[in-house]
């Protein structure tokens, strides 16, 4: 199975190598959420390490390409603008992200569709690809321009609206479901739910008396692949650096200990949820690869066709570089 996804990795790899985004609808799993939601706390925990920017404010500002691969051995980052570092620091991964995001897009928060590719090896993670959107807003901050959350929508909406694109929905629990923007967004693209997966945060943050079982056993917003609810460290957990094993024994005494969640058995937590998405992800490939060859096959068709009747023009080095056809060839 972990071949499957390696497969498109590759593909990914390829137009990343010539800075631009792929042009074929790849099968993938795509991170939705409002800021402050828990999107990258739920990352973080799936990799676990702390390696993403945080602060106030749009963090995410360009799509991140999350290639998890379990592989024994130290843990390290390799990023693809930056082939020849391996980022054994993962304070410095954060960095090289802000930076990088910051040559972009500029300071000043505004966004980019373009872009950054790090593959993360380590023993603890399961062969996974994620690609983390940036987070729903309706508030413009700094110099950003008044219509940034019109601009963010549309990203987000774009990436999800690839047919075979599966998208992971993070939600939390502290609001009414009903007012959810991943799902609202998910929604439009995607109105029979068949490629929405529901992640439920902020479990532990609910009211005295309150609780979202029917949620988690797909009662409330019934979604074919259904939810998963998870707790992540607090901000208080965060900043003093509680370690991620210790964050999710907590994490599962939590749900186990719980009078209402207990029933649910191993079906929650982010343990739970790598498992999960990863076998989701490879039968998603499995199912969408013939296809996706066909689409090659037939792209690579057309340029050997225009090749063949202006063969200089494919000759030339600089546009023969920064073309995608020469990724499709190869």
């Given at each position: 199975m972990e071949k499957l996804i390696k497969v498109v990795n590759k593909l990914q790899d390829a137009f990343a190598t010539v800075n631009m985004a792929c042009p074929f609808d790849l099968p993938q799993?795509?991170?939705?959420?409002?800021?402050?939601?828990?999107?990258?706390?739920?990352?973080?925990?799936?990799?676990?390490?702390?390696?993403?920017?945080?602060?106030?404010?749009?963090?995410?500002?360009?799509?991140?390409?999350?290639?998890?691969?379990?592989?024994?051995?130290?843990?390290?980052?390799?990023?693809?603008?930056?082939?020849?570092?391996?980022?054994?620091?993962?304070?410095?991964?954060?960095k090289e992200i802000e930076h990088e995001t910051d040559r972009v897009t500029g300071?000043?928060?505004?966004?980019?569709?373009?872009?950054?590719?790090?593959?993360?090896y380590s023993p603890?993670?399961?062969?996974?690809?994620?690609?983390?959107?940036?987070?729903?807003?309706?508030?413009?901050?700094?110099?950003?321009?008044?219509?940034?959350?019109?601009?963010?929508r549309e990203m987000v909406k774009q990436a999800i609206s690839n047919p075979n694109c599966l998208i992971l929905a993070v939600i939390p629990a502290v609001t009414d479901i009903a007012n959810s923007e991943a799902l609202k967004l998910s929604q439009e693209v995607d109105p029979n739910r068949m490629r929405t997966i529901g992640v439920v945060t902020k479990i532990d943050m609910m009211g005295e008396g309150t609780n979202c079982l029917d949620i988690l056993r797909n009662k409330?917003?019934?979604l074919a692949r259904g939810f998963v609810g998870v707790v992540n460290r607090s901000q208080r957990d965060?900043?003093?650096?509680?370690?991620?094993?210790?964050?999710?024994?907590?994490?599962?005494?939590?749900?186990?200990?719980?009078?209402?969640?207990?029933?649910?058995?191993?079906?929650?937590?982010?343990?739970?949820?790598?498992?999960?998405?990863?076998?989701?992800?490879?039968?998603?490939?499995?199912?969408?690869?013939p296809r996706l060859k066909e689409n090659i096959m037939e792209q690579l068709a057309v340029i050997?066709?225009?090749?063949?009747?202006?063969?200089?023009?494919?000759?030339?080095?600089?546009?023969?570089?920064?073309?995608?056809?020469?990724?499709?060839?190869l």
């Open positions: 799993i795509a991170v939705v959420g409002e800021q402050s939601s828990g999107k990258s706390s739920v990352l973080e925990k799936l990799v676990g390490r702390d390696f993403l920017p945080r602060g106030s404010g749009i963090v995410t500002r360009r799509p991140l390409v999350l290639q998890l691969v379990n592989r024994a051995g130290p843990e390290y980052g390799v990023f693809f603008h930056n082939k020849g570092r391996k980022y054994t620091n993962f304070d410095e991964i954060r300071k000043n928060k505004n966004i980019s569709p373009l872009p950054i590719n790090l593959r993360i603890h993670v399961l062969t996974l690809t994620l690609i983390d959107l940036p987070g729903v807003t309706n508030v413009a901050v700094g110099d950003q321009p008044a219509d940034i959350g019109v601009q963010i409330v917003y019934p965060i900043v003093q650096k509680k370690d991620m094993s210790t964050a999710k024994n907590e994490e599962l005494n939590f749900f186990n200990a719980h009078p209402v969640y207990r029933v649910l058995g191993n079906r929650v937590g982010t343990d739970f949820l790598q498992k999960s998405l990863s076998e989701q992800l490879a039968v998603h490939i499995r199912n969408t690869l050997k066709e225009k090749i063949k009747e202006n063969p200089a023009l494919y000759l030339d080095s600089d546009l023969t570089n920064s073309s995608p056809h020469k990724v499709v060839i």
